[in-house]
């Protein structure tokens, strides 16, 4: 079983990333996390797993890669549920796994449903599966997500910018709860009028 590469990043698509594992060359379709941290030419560790799926009258193999075993984990369990495909995983994967297990326990349909095509009956699946197998706790090191945080990435990327974008900006906003919502997207948005460096 195929659970980890390490390879030089060869090229970088929208959903994808192609590594050279020293003359053997795999793509692995991939979340927002792993997108951020990849870049041409540097070394790059995907923990992965295999799905295999008809199509026509035979099975076609996809490799999936993430971050980290914490992602790779999630993402086996959302498949898990019915009516969730890999590409519906993987856009839940663009909120964060502390942000995802988090909704999943404290079962916030409004928080699954910011993921790309992830309507109110799939999030209610999701939390009637997997409420009970998921931990909400987020990892060491992470902080829990704040309230406001779906709120504000939600405006940031109704105005185009992405959610990896978004989540960057999110992590300079105070978390003062006095601080009004507006306030605090407003502050997002100045992360990105900063001068580049």
Not at 69 to 75: A, K, W
Not at 109 to 114: E, F, I, K, Q, S
């Amino acid at each position: 079983m195929l659970v980890q590469v390490r390879g030089i990043v060869e090229a970088i698509g929208k959903d994808w990333v192609r590594l050279d594992l020293n003359g053997w060359v795999i793509q692995a379709c991939v979340p927002p996390s792993v997108l951020a941290r990849a870049r041409v030419g540097e070394s790059l560790t995907l923990h992965t797993t295999l799905v295999a799926r008809m199509e026509g009258h035979g099975l076609v193999f996809t490799l999936y890669g993430f971050a980290d075993e914490e992602e790779r984990e999630l993402f086996e369990q959302l498949l898990t549920v019915n009516g969730v495909g890999p590409r519906a995983a993987l856009a839940l994967l663009s909120l964060s796994a502390p942000t995802l297990r988090a909704a999943i326990a404290q079962e916030q349909v409004d928080v699954l449903r910011r993921a790309p095509g992830i309507g109110p009956k799939t999030a209610r699946a999701i939390i009637l599966h997997l409420k009970d197998r998921i931990r909400g706790l987020p990892a060491p090191g992470v902080p829990a997500p704040r309230a406001d945080d779906t709120e504000i990435i939600a405006a940031l990327t109704a105005l185009g910018y992405s959610v990896v974008e978004a989540q960057a900006a999110l992590a300079h906003v105070p978390s003062d709860p006095d601080l009004p919502l507006e306030e605090k997207i407003r502050l997002a948005l100045s992360y990105f009028a900063r001068p580049a460096r």
